[in-house]
């Protein structure tokens, strides 16, 4: 398992990008670098949608924009493997997954496998919870977890508007926690041929530090990964990790975990499955 200076062909090779929050000129460049990367699928890790504005038009994004983002890649038979993350609306999940439908190389990856090429990719697209107030994919990461101080009450998006949550903590209580939410997905038929696109990063890796120095990462993730050693595990939703600790993959017994970030460059992972090879590309 190595990190090398220049990309190699092989037979499998991915593009792994995240946490684009609907930056068109960053989408508009990843059809032309996957087909010079040679790459047989392109994986978004999750916060697909724009974060800015009136979230209840995310949908926008979906039909004007993301429709003919696909079609690109589905016309080139480029794989496309995505999945809405946190600070997509869950509402929107139906639409998004329809889209995705439409196109016979576009394939949502929420808590679902697709298997490419001999390699089984599956997706899993919970969050521990954080301050924030949109919890519509939060939860806590273990039975034991102790809560963030909270910036507000929580909010859960259902029919075009805010529902208030009166006492989230006592809520969450009554949902699935992340480590009962990673024994649930469905199972490779080969750990070793496994790439686990999971937006939470895991603990204890430098992969999960935030600009005011806290590290956040799952630790229910980090054990799942110890335990079952996948081939590759794929991470985001920590944009700033990588500036924070100079780390962008790390390795936890034979599996490689990679988290590219995304700050104001276009940040991207070009991953040779088939040689265990891997860069990080910055492009301005």
Known sequence: MQYVEGIERGKMKILFVTDLHGSRWKYDRLLELAQRHGVAALVNG????????????QDKFITGYLKNHFAGFNDSEIHYLGYLGNDDLKIFDPLFEE??????????????????????????????????????????????????????????????KWKEIDNWFSYAKTLPTIEEEMEKLVRPKDMSKAVYVIHMPPARLGLDKCSNGDEVGSKAIFKFIEKNQPLFTLHGHIHESPRMTGKWFAEVGRTVCIQPGQLHELSYVVVDLDEMKYERFLVS
């Open 46 to 57: 999750g916060d697909m949608l724009p974060k800015e504005g009136d979230l209840f038009e």
């Open 99 to 160: 889209t995705c439908r439409a196109f016979p190389f576009v394939h949502c990856i929420a808590q679902r496998k697709v298997e490419i090429k001999g390699y089984e990719f599956i997706g899993m697209n919970w969050v521990t919870d954080y301050p924030f107030r949109l919890k519509d994919r939060c939860r806590m990461d273990s039975d034991d977890y102790v809560f963030q101080q909270q910036f507000g009450s929580g909010v859960l998006s259902e029919g075009g």
